[in-house]
């Protein structure tokens, strides 16, 4: 028993430091789009078995998206999944806290038409009470609603570890009295989530639908439109913005949205014909240049498949590619400034990865060679692993290395700030790319492995918490450690 009191109090006071020195998430600057990923959960590794007819085994972690991604909304229907394994568990104690620490937000998705069921099913059988809205039903009371909302928060949010909301209002004909009601669990839901509740959660909506009468009165409440304008392109961009202007979202709070390649889809029109021609990045540029919220990408863990091949039938890995480049695009990350990110890449590796001279020197002039943002990715990512040079070049992770010069080598701080290795200057930036130069996100560490970028945390209530944390968490120690070797 001494001895495993001893060890629990060193864990204590080890984890209790590490809390105490590990920056806090940090949140995108105000003035930058920000890039969100709809995830699909159940093709997570950790989710042993979904109602798929493609029998491929999932090959994916959450967290192995890429670094500068701002907001993760994590999919997960029921009707996907038969054994969801132990991803529930890793998403609240390994998923969610490895994100928080590259600055990234985890929201649950909450369909419109699954409230207002849900909703239905617990209260409509009880008494008939005083509602606040003649058009809600009368077992709708404000106690209904308020019980329900706390109820959502509580399951979704709260029980997850994550931060927020995404209400998913699609294609739908809401009577009124439905439409009451999801107006009032809104507003119920924003006393606790998003900007009304001013704590740093989020509250989203994700819709199909540009009617006023279904969203207007709840505006205020959100702190985004994510508006799914899946097959079209800048112009579905600029017409929906206007539309959610003139009922009061401002265009900093809208964020268009596009798709990857899903199993058994035979077309893929935001991501063709080529990356850098197609829709998703001309919507990226469009979003940057109109000061929009940002840009989203559905199906996340689906970045480079071409199901015009057998992709179509098949669950295979992300290298994250076009991804990458849509973070850079969205964010503004100019030519130049993408190339010095690749230059550092190369120094930083080159020995690690055993190239020559000569491999270095190509890889230097296809670096200088490129004239977009997509040019320089591929330099040393393709669509998949195999036929990349090197998978793992991530520039919004490399920039948070740039911006710590004391933990990279003397030599390759010297020849990133040259501009490369060889020190020659980056070349002009491309016209069609935004003008100002700053990171692609707010990327952060992954165990062991990377370290922990220098910035500014959101407003907290100090380290105590920290403290807090580390004692409410160590009695899941041990399940958490395995859940990291199976995620890992």
């Known amino acids: 028993m001494r001895k495993k009191g001893f060890g629990l109090l060193v864990a204590l006071v080890a984890a209790g430091v590490l809390a105490w020195l590990t920056p806090q998430p940090v949140a995108a600057a105000s003035d930058t789009p920000l890039y969100m990923v709809y995830y699909r959960a159940w093709r997570d590794r950790l989710v042993t078995k979904t109602h798929s007819a493609i029998t491929d085994p999932n090959v994916q972690a959450l967290t192995d998206l890429p670094y500068g991604v701002d907001i993760v909304n994590v999919f997960l229907p ?3 999944i038969q054994d969801d394994g132990d991803f529930l568990e890793a998403l609240k104690t390994v998923y969610v806290p490895t994100l928080h620490e590259r600055g990234t937000q985890v929201v649950s998705p909450l369909s419109y038409r699954g409230l207002v069921n849900d909703f239905k099913a617990a209260y409509q059988e009880q008494a008939a009470g005083t509602t606040s809205d003649p058009a809600l039903p009368d077992y709708a009371t404000p106690e209904r609603i308020a019980e329900y909302a706390h109820g959502v928060v509580q399951r979704l949010v709260t029980d997850r570890g994550v931060d927020g909301l995404d209400i998913d209002a699609e294609v739908f004909s809401p009577t009124d009295e439905e439409r009451a009601i999801v107006f009032a ?4 839901l924003s006393t606790e ?12 909506w994700d819709t199909t639908v540009d009617k006023e009468e279904v969203f207007q009165p709840i505006a205020d409440c959100f702190d985004l439109v994510a508006f799914q304008q899946y097959g079209q392109s800048v112009e579905a961009a600029q017409y929906f913005g206007e539309f959610f202007q003139s009922i009061g979202v401002p265009l900093s709070q809208f964020v268009p949205g596009l798709t990857f390649e899903e199993e058994g889809v035979a077309d893929g029109p935001d991501v063709r014909p080529t990356l850098a021609e197609s829709p998703a990045v001309k919507v990226a540029q469009y979003v940057q240049a109109n000061h929009l919220g940002g840009m989203f990408m559905y199906a996340g863990d689906r970045d480079g498949r071409d199901n015009r091949t057998d992709d179509i039938d098949h669950v295979r890995a992300s290298t994250f590619r076009m991804s990458k480049v849509l973070i850079a695009t969205t964010k503004g990350v100019t030519l130049e400034a993408l190339k010095a990110q690749a230059s550092h890449f190369l120094a930083r ?3 690690e990865k055993g190239w020559d001279a000569a491999q270095v020197a190509a890889l230097q002039a296809q670096i200088a060679a490129a004239t977009d943002l997509t040019q320089v990715v591929s330099v040393f990512v393709a669509d998949t692993a195999s036929d990349s040079v090197a998978p793992e070049f991530d520039p919004a992770y490399e920039q948070v290395l740039m911006a710590q010069p004391e933990q990279v080598p003397a030599a390759q701080e010297d020849a990133a700030t040259a501009g490369g290795p060889t020190g020659q200057p980056a070349t002009e930036t491309d016209s069609s790319q935004a003008s100002t130069d700053q990171p692609a996100g707010n990327p952060a560490a992954q165990p062991a492995k990377r370290p922990t970028p220098k910035s500014q945390p959101l407003p907290q209530t100090g380290n105590v918490v920290s403290w807090v944390t580390v004692v409410l968490g160590l009695g899941s120690l041990i399940t958490v450690g395995g859940l990291w070797r199976r995620v890992r």
């Open 78 to 80: 029921a009707g996907q």
């Open 185 to 188: 669990v809104v507003r119920a």
């Open 193 to 204: 989530l998003g900007p009304k509740a001013a704590n740093g959660t989020k509250l989203i």
């Open 349 to 351: 590796v080159q020995a």
